[in-house]
């Protein structure tokens, strides 16, 4: 096992992660007011819905099909009587539906950045380095859902366990091809930088809404005494 193998897959895994966590905590004590999306639509509303919705269904059901099946071993998936190979079929038209729409999205939103003059005015370096992260991640993604037919169920799926179990087996990424290494790591960057960015809004996402208390609104009974 290689030096560099080590640091990409076993020493860099674990900084990323450890930044992602420890950077939350300390963003959320230090700097609770602009834990926010920064929302940018009442600035420039033309032409923001398309790409910020595109971007945000594709990258949550890109995120939920990572989850699922990367996170679940194949035999989990052999008992339920889905196969590798029916396993592999499924992420690949998952993916090239979800994952194009994620990064057709993320280019719309850096075209916005770019071209509406209010909306690049208030860019900032961070905004960009986010938004090209996300490009690099969510095309790498999708060139190798096109390109690279590569196996991942017994490489890099299991190698992602190993990592969360606190076992790490780096040479499982020996053989993946670079597509896939860049894949994984730029994504990894992406979780190590998001504690400094916009992307802490995924954290509180109002799930609450859809589950509160309607409005109750109770008649007045009698006139109210001045
Ligand atoms: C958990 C559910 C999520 C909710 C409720 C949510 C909500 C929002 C909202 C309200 C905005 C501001 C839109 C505007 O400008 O008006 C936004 C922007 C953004 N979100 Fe999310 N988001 C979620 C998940 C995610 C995820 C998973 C990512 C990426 C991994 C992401 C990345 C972004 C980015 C990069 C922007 C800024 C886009 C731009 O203006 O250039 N979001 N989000």
Redesign the pocket.
């Known amino acids: 096992m290689s030096t560099a193998n080590i640091l990409a897959f076993v020493v860099f895994p674990y900084i990323a992660l450890t930044v992602f966590v420890v950077g939350h905590a300390w963003r959320y004590v230090t700097d609770a007011y602009a834990w926010n999306?920064r929302?940018?639509?009442f600035l420039d509303k033309k032409g923001?819905f398309f790409g910020?919705t595109l971007f945000?269904y594709g990258?949550?059901l890109t995120?939920l099909g990572h989850a699922g099946g990367l996170l679940i071993p194949q035999y989990v998936f052999d008992a339920a009587g889905i196969s590798g190979q029916a396993h592999t079929q499924l992420a690949y038209y998952t993916g090239l539906v979800f994952g194009l729409a994620a990064f057709v999205g993320c280019l719309l939103?850096l075209w916005?950045?770019r071209r509406r003059q209010r909306i690049r005015m208030t860019t900032t370096t961070n905004?960009y380095i986010?938004?090209a992260g996300?490009a690099v991640a969510t095309g790498s993604g999708i060139y190798n859902v096109i390109f690279g037919h590569f196996y991942v169920l017994d490489s890099v799926a299991p190698w992602i366990r190993s990592i969360l179990t606190f076992s790490p087996q780096p040479s499982l990424m020996g053989a993946v091809p670079l597509s896939y290494k860049i894949h994984v790591l730029s994504a990894l960057a992406l979780l190590g930088f998001s504690p400094f960015s916009?992307?802490v809004?995924?954290w509180s996402?109002?799930f609450m809404y859809f589950f509160r208390r309607p409005l109750v609104f109770r008649r007045k009974v009698g006139s109210p005494t001045l």
Request: cysteine-free.
């Open positions: 999306a929302s940018s639509e923001h910020i945000h990258i949550l995120l939103l916005r950045r905004d986010t938004l996300l916009r992307l809004h995924i996402a109002p």
